[in-house]
């Protein structure tokens, strides 16, 4: 993940049932959590009711914001809160050092 791809390293996906929709992970930035929402708000004009986190990467799930919405569930391991609570601080100041060393490499 650098601030070049956006976090966009994962498998995304989307089931697209008969009343709804269901996700499948949602990247790993809000930059392209809001991305893939466009996307799919694109391809399928049925209500995003269902965010499935897969397990704790943050390539995953940082982009589980995009998907905020009061009719939206989100789905993971029932351990997924504790993990983020206990180790989230120290995942998110580890990327958010790393993406300011690539960014003032970047050209």
Known sequence: MNGGNIGD?????????DDAVAVIDTGGS???GRQFLA???QKAAKPIR????THAHPDHIFG???FVAPDVT????????????????FIWNH???RWARLSMASP
């Not at 390293?9 to 049932?17: C, D, E, R, S, Y």
């Not at 269902?50 to 986190?53: G, H, K, Q, S």
């Open 9 to 17: 390293i994962a498998n995304l996906g989307a089931i697209v049932g």
């Open 30 to 32: 809000l930059i392209e």
């Open 39 to 41: 996307a799919l708000q």
């Open 50 to 53: 269902y965010v499935i986190n």
């Open 64 to 66: 589980n914001g995009a």
């Open 74 to 89: 989100f789905v993971g391991h029932r351990n997924l809160p504790a993990h983020w609570l206990r180790a989230g601080n």
């Open 95 to 97: 990327f958010a050092r």
